[in-house]
């Protein structure tokens, strides 16, 4: 029900868009997040955006990732600039429905080099 994209490797410095298409319905009071998982960590949460718009960072990416939705396209994004090594990993779409049922995207895999 969620796909991930945009996900590859670039050097630190740069910039990656990832994507997050729901096939399903998406109703505005959903939760939509980003979630990552480094080697041998856990999954972490990175960012959430609400049906208004609030939005809500890991302190290590503020500043320098942007999440946003559009329900027209049912998709959800992550802007994310000035990529470090530590950005490194899996990142997860995550839907949260108003009802609590939650679901997962397959992940998409970032690499930033040094």
């Known amino acids: 029900q969620l796909v991930e994209s945009g996900g590859g490797l670039v050097q630190a410095g740069g910039s990656l868009t990832l994507s997050c298409r729901i096939s399903?319905?998406?109703?505005?009071?959903?939760?939509m997040g980003w979630y990552r998982q480094a080697p041998g960590k856990e999954r972490e949460l990175v960012a959430t955006?609400?049906?208004?718009?609030?939005?809500n960072y890991e302190d290590s990416v503020k500043g320098r990732f942007t999440i946003s939705r559009d329900n027209d396209k049912r998709t959800v994004y992550l802007q994310m600039n000035s990529l470090k090594p530590e950005d490194t990993g899996v990142y997860y779409c995550r839907m949260t429905r108003t009802w609590g049922q939650i679901y997962w995207g397959q992940g998409t895999q970032v690499t930033v080099s040094s």
């Open positions: 955006v609400t049906s208004g718009r609030t939005t």
């Open positions: 399903g319905s998406i109703f505005s009071s959903d939760v």
